[in-house]
């Protein structure tokens, strides 16, 4: 079965700097997805950016990107310029691009992000 | 606009009563997932549909059920055979429809959160 990891409960980091947030996962399957979900104080999940597994290069949306290194199973985010509605809550995520299977997608536990003034 | 509704926002319920929580989307979406979100936790899988008249459970269905008569709508029972149903729920919806492959990434509601006096 697949695991998703994070291993950072709380980060915080000041405003206009940038922070990375570590995901790693555990899967046997070669073709699938990751995705890193906000969730800020309102509780909504927002999508922040999603990474095909069979794509080599690091997916971007505007502030966000990550590194997506799948040979050791590892997807990080980075937020540059860091403001303070980033402030969240942040979840990795999976999904199995398996054809035989539903698209159950798989969380992490979340990483509680603070941004300092 | 398109969306996911969630109601209530806030619901309260004594013990031993069924509570039914409300999500309709208006995306076109023919797959339907609910969460359970519990404090310092990532989300669980209660129950998902695919197409209509059809759903499936998911990681801890019991206490719970669902149905899909509709495209649009997907309500959740809390039962009282649900011994700690104090959480946070999260309605989400993806194009499903069999397109595993592609762009089927889960978009979510605002959530209803439920207290059991």
């Known amino acids: 079965a697949q695991t998703v990891t994070q291993s950072q409960p709380e980060m915080s980091v000041q405003e206009a700097e940038t922070v990375t947030l570590s995901c790693t996962y555990d899967t046997s399957e070669s073709d699938y997805y990751l995705f890193w979900y906000k969730q800020p104080p309102s509780r909504q999940m927002i999508l922040v950016i999603r990474?095909?597994?069979?794509?080599?290069q690091n997916a971007t949306e505007n502030r966000f990107s990550v590194n997506f290194q799948k040979a050791a199973k590892s997807f990080s985010l980075k937020i540059s310029d860091s403001q303070l509605g980033d402030a969240a809550m942040y979840f990795c995520a999976y999904r199995s691009d398996q054809r035989t299977s539903y698209d159950k997608v798989i969380f992490g536990p979340g990483t509680s992000l603070s941004v300092i003034p | 606009d398109g969306g996911i509704t969630q109601s209530p926002k806030y619901l309260f319920r004594k013990e031993g009563q069924n509570v039914t929580l409300s999500c309709e989307q208006n995306?076109?979406?023919?797959?339907m997932y609910w969460y359970r979100q519990d404090p310092g936790q990532g989300l669980r899988l209660i129950y998902y549909?695919?197409?209509?008249?059809?759903?499936q459970k998911g990681d801890i269905a019991e206490g719970y059920s669902v149905s899909r008569e509709k495209k649009e709508s997907f309500p959740l029972t809390v039962t009282s055979a649900q011994k700690n149903p104090t959480a946070f729920y999260l309605c989400?919806?993806?194009?499903?429809?069999?397109?595993?492959?592609?762009?089927?990434?889960?978009?979510f509601g605002p959530g209803t959160r439920l207290t059991v006096l």
């Open positions: 989400a919806s993806s194009i499903g429809g069999g397109q595993l492959r592609g762009t089927d990434t889960q978009y």
């Open positions: 990474q095909e597994a069979y794509k080599q």
């Open positions: 549909s695919q197409i209509v008249n059809d759903f």
């Open positions: 995306l076109n979406h023919d797959a």
